[in-house]
Each structure stands twice: as structure tokens, then as C-alpha cells.
């Protein structure tokens, strides 16, 4: 190998092991709350569940998932499926809190959209 690759993956991952880890702790513990409270606030939320930044919010049926995460698109927020009645949020490990808030903004409002179409 190169010296120059050898000393660029060292660095990385020192820097993974140290400043990334702890910022995927410390902002995937605020938004792990943030998606907790949709327990209590939202009719289409059944469960949360994670560790650090990957998040995955489990919804009542795979049509409300499906609707959620195509909306979520639409309004600039990436989110994966997780099998038939989960989305999940895996954002990078350089995520803010700022960024964060944003994201679940996005989120809490669609939920919202939604659940006033289906009354």
C-alpha cells in the first residue's frame, strides 16, 4: 500500500473513534427523544427504537410508512424503510443538533399531514 492511503485511513479512523462517536451519542440521544415523544403525540407512531443516530420509527401499517417516507422525500428528508411497517432515520455521523431538529421538524409535520387526512 501507500504510505499517503495508510496515513489518510489511520486519520480517519482515529477521527471516527473519537469526535464522530461521541457526536453520534450525544445528537442520536436528542433526536432518540425527540422521536420518543411521537409515542405520545402521534397515532401513527407504535414504536421507537435505536442506537446512536440509526433510528427507526415502527407505524401502525405499511401504507402510513410507505406515505410517510415519500413525504418526508418531498420535504427534503431522507428516511429508509425498515421492513413493511418501519422507516428508519441513519443520517451521518457529522449530523448537528441544529440538523436534527430540522430533520424531525420534517417528520412530526408529515405525521401530522397524514393523520389529519386519515380522520
Do not use: W, Y
Not at 450525544?26 to 440509526?54: I, P, Q
Not at 410508512?65 to 413493511?84: D, I, K, Q, S, Y
Amino acid at each position: 500500500g501507500s504510505p499517503l492511503g495508510c496515513v489518510a485511513a489511520l486519520e480517519t479512523i482515529d477521527l471516527v473513534e473519537t469526535e464522530l462517536m461521541a457526536n453520534a451519542q450525544r445528537v442520536g440521544a436528542h433526536l432518540m427523544a425527540r422521536c420518543e415523544e411521537l409515542l405520545d403525540t402521534s397515532s401513527l407512531v407504535t414504536d421507537v427504537r435505536g442506537k446512536g443516530l440509526m433510528i427507526g420509527n415502527q407505524l401502525v401499517d405499511k401504507e402510513a410508512t410507505h406515505e410517510l417516507m415519500v413525504r418526508c422525500f418531498h420535504n427534503g428528508l431522507l428516511t429508509l424503510p425498515a421492513g413493511h411497517k418501519a422507516m428508519r432515520l441513519s443520517p451521518p455521523l457529522i449530523l448537528t443538533l441544529r440538523e436534527a431538529d430540522l430533520g424531525f421538524e420534517i417528520l412530526r409535520r408529515v405525521l401530522g399531514e397524514i393523520e389529519a387526512e386519515r380522520v
